[in-house]
């Protein structure tokens, strides 16, 4: 997988509007800086890892959605629980064949982050990172995550596995957050 083939795959579905990225560059997950190299470096869920960092459970914020039979991709961004401070930006593009509808109808509501609806419902799943990336803010993401554009954060493109199935592609970014 060409990581920045893998990005503009996943972005495709959502074509208008503002320019997501200036600039998108993979990197090695070991020269990730911290503390996004916790949050960004595993095979884990992000909802829970945004939630452990951060210090609280977060809401998901459906921006855009687009389906093709039963591949549907969505636009979102996590804020804290109950407010508007954005943690996260992300983008998925799920295959429900792999999947009950009683998940899918979970996660087409959209008012659970798909990392807890995949926990809640024990489906049997197994995340592979794929890429880290090195992301310079275009005027979308930046207004997304309430920072300055031109501004660098980082992100990740990992799978996820539904009952041994490559079901879910996932771009995952970080609000920018204070590194040491």
């Known amino acids: 997988m060409n990581p920045l083939d893998e990005l503009k795959r996943l972005t495709s579905p959502f074509p208008d ?12 997950a070991s020269t990730t800086p911290e503390p996004y190299k916790q949050m960004l470096v595993h ?3 992000m909802t829970v890892t945004m939630e452990k960092y951060h210090g609280s459970a977060v809401d998901v914020k459906i921006l855009e959605e687009a389906y093709d039979d039963d591949v549907y991709c969505r636009k979102i961004i996590l804020t804290k629980e ?3 401070v954005p943690v996260q930006f992300g983008i998925v593009r799920f295959n429900f064949q792999y999947v009950t509808d009683a998940v899918r109808r979970e996660i087409e509501e959209g008012d659970t982050p798909l990392g807890r609806v995949l926990i809640n419902y024990n489906v049997l799943r197994h995340i592979d990172l794929n890429a880290i990336l090195k992301i310079t803010a275009g005027p979308g993401l930046a207004g997304y995550l309430n920072m300055p554009e031109g501004a660098t954060t980082y992100g990740r493109i990992a799978t996820i596995f539904c009952n041994h199935q490559p079901a879910v592609d996932l771009l995952e970014v970080s609000a920018p957050l204070p590194t040491n």
């Open 17 to 28: 509007g503002p320019q997501l990225f200036e600039r998108a560059e993979h990197i090695a």
């Open 82 to 84: 109950g407010t508007d």
């Open 43 to 45: 095979e884990h869920h």
